[in-house]
């Protein structure tokens, strides 16, 4: 059975939208679901063992210390949101987890400002489970952690050169899919003085790197199902914009598609924001459209910035950077590749907000993409939404 070790053993954005949600939406009731997008078969068992995992989640609690790091280090992060965090406690019984034969299932259900908290952690202890389960889960001394250089090791130097080669800021976004806590840790201290950052702020703490990350799908996701598919975009930004003034500036381009998202994203709102996340489709396609879109507005893209995350590797990132060739300022963000590659196939699993209740009753929440496969909700909703957005 795996123990949690933090409750900041989480990535930033959970932290940023959770203060955002609990001052704008905290009487909202929603829902997420495991999605198991690989077709993993979990071996007989496995629900248990994770159901025996959540149960110390409750005693968790944010520790002195780490309120000091988030009052210094995340000062967009209100006094009021950090007393409320010091008072928080998980409650497993805001999740449902059941299996059916090698079919895991996996609900979440609860007031938003409290049900924010545990995709993340969820997400990194299923993957490290079922590694253990299926006796994957290599020794530490394959993994570097006892003496001498492993195999794994010798992959983490030859990155740290090729970040440091590439010379642009790269940074760890891999918590959700991670081989293992040990591991995750391991890789961080090894290129803890090359890496920008990680979006993982108990490490970012523990080895005094900045904690990187802004906004996440779920929430455009949930303005969607608020105020329609239409708005969901512009009001998700007016929201963000409300919370944090000109804070976390990145704005997230794909949840109903770049092109719908570029729509809403006028004037107004390419000179509030630094920049955009580009998370689905071609990366180049997708610079190339964000560049244009700025120039069309009159705006100097060399004065924005593009943070990438979409399944990147270092080869990738250094195609991408020489196709923005400085015509915008260029991030990356580098999940499973950083933080699962030890010899093991990654997991390809998400858990995605599902639904919202609205008087009384849910209402299902759709998240398109500009990649295929990629698309997230009720078939027939994500058809309407196509529909009304008119994507075809």
């Known amino acids: 059975m ?100 090698c079919d895991l299932k996996v609900i979440i259900e609860g007031p938003w400002y409290r049900t924010i908290y545990w995709e993340v952690p969820l997400m990194a202890l299923i993957s490290e489970q079922y590694y253990i389960s299926t006796d994957e889960l290599q020794p530490p001394a394959l993994l570097g952690l006892g003496r001498g250089l492993s195999l794994v090791d ?29 591991n995750h840790q391991h890789v961080i201290s090894r290129l803890a003085d090359t890496i920008t950052g990680t979006s ?38 007016e929201n963000w914009i409300k919370a944090f003034g000109g804070d976390l500036g990145i704005a997230l381009s794909d949840t109903y598609t770049t092109n719908v998202f570029l729509r809403s994203f006028d004037k107004k709102f390419a000179k509030l924001f630094d920049g955009v996340r580009q998370d ?18 009159g705006i100097d893209p060399k004065t924005k910035s593009i943070i990438f995350s979409d399944s990147l590797n270092l080869d990738m990132v250094k195609e991408i950077h020489e196709f923005c060739g400085g015509r915008i300022k260029d991030a990356y963000g580098i999940g499973t590749n950083l933080t699962n590659d030890v010899g093991v196939k990654p997991l390809n699993i998400v858990i995605k907000m599902t639904g919202v209740e609205i008087d009384g009753q849910w209402t299902p929440t759709v998240k398109l993409s500009d990649s295929n496969g990629k698309n997230t909700g009720d078939s027939s909703m994500v058809q309407l939404c196509k529909g009304i957005l008119r994507i075809e």
């Open 2 to 101: 795996i123990m949690p070790v933090s409750i900041l053993d989480n990535d930033l954005y959970k932290f940023s939208m959770g203060n955002a949600v609990l001052h704008q939406f905290p009487n909202l009731n929603v829902q997420y679901s495991f999605i198991n997008r690989g077709m993993h078969k979990f071996p007989p068992g496995f629900a248990e063992t994770i159901h025996e995992s959540v149960k110390h989640f409750s005693n968790l609690q944010l520790r002195d210390m780490e309120k000091v790091f988030l009052h210094k280090r995340c000062p967009y992060l209100d006094p009021v949101y950090l007393d409320f965090l010091e008072g928080y406690r998980y409650d497993p019984h805001e999740v449902k987890i059941s299996q059916n034969e």
């Open 154 to 182: 010798e992959k983490i130097l030859k990155k740290r050169e090729q970040i440091r080669s590439l010379g642009v800021p790269v940074s760890d976004f891999g918590t959700r899919r991670r081989y293992s806590f040990d």
């Open 280 to 297: 689905s489709g071609s990366p180049f396609n997708q610079a190339a459209k964000i560049i244009k879109h700025y120039e069309s507005l």
């Open 200 to 237: 993982n702020v108990y490490l970012a703490m523990i080895h005094n790197l900045k904690a990187i990350g802004t906004v996440a799908h779920e929430w455009i996701m949930a303005m969607g199902a608020l105020y329609g598919f239409k708005m969901a975009n512009r009001i998700a930004m």
